[in-house]
């Protein structure tokens, strides 16, 4: 599949087949993760593959009861060890944590709908609950929780913006307008 269709085929479900997602699958979708831009190439990401029952089950209170999470064949929790960003980059090691993280979790996004699975974001989340759950040492940030399988469902397409209600050029407010075909200019 190509990129251009995985980003526009690519959606957040809430319901997964029973199929069981093979072991490459879900390291090739870390991998996708490792290969993210992180500040500085510091590479604070590391994961927590999920994927035994009981323990899935244990996840839904830390995720304020989202039940079809525990229904996901895979859940991975994405960690940032903060510390080695500080060493870099002092007050901003959050900041960058959290692009970092983002960044990392579109490219697994996408190579997951790439490969016909899909996965979606879990951004409600106590993370002194996950933390616990999952023996995440103090000093590490749980960045994100992805919850992975085949779909058992294909939501509508969402809406999406109009590309020029949403795009300045060289100054906010300044919109694109075409005059002739090729050809464009600032109102």
Do not use: C
């Not at 251009?4 to 085929?9: G, R, V």
């Amino acid at each position: 599949m190509k990129l251009s269709d995985a980003i526009k085929k690519r959606r957040s479900i809430r319901r997964f087949t029973h199929r069981k997602v093979p072991e490459k699958k879900i390291l090739k979708t870390l991998e996708a993760g490792l290969w993210a831009p992180s500040a500085g190439n510091v590479q604070d990401k590391e994961f927590i593959i999920v994927r035994g029952g009981d323990l899935k089950k244990e996840m839904v209170s830390a995720v304020f009861d989202q039940v079809w999470v525990a229904h996901a064949p895979v859940i991975v929790v994405m960690v940032s060890d903060i510390n080695k960003l500080r060493l870099k980059f002092k007050d901003r090691a959050e900041f960058y944590a959290t692009i970092s993280a983002g960044a990392a979790m579109q490219n697994m996004l996408l190579y997951l709908t790439s490969k016909g699975l899909q996965g979606t974001h879990v951004g409600l989340y106590d993370e002194s609950k996950v933390k616990r759950l999952l023996k995440i040492p103090d000093d590490k940030r749980v960045f994100s929780i992805i919850a992975m399988g085949y779909p058992g469902e294909e939501p509508p397409v969402p809406y999406r913006m109009d590309l020029k209600n949403v795009t300045h050029f060289e100054k906010y407010g300044a919109k694109w307008v075409k005059k002739k075909p090729r050809e464009t200019h600032l109102e």
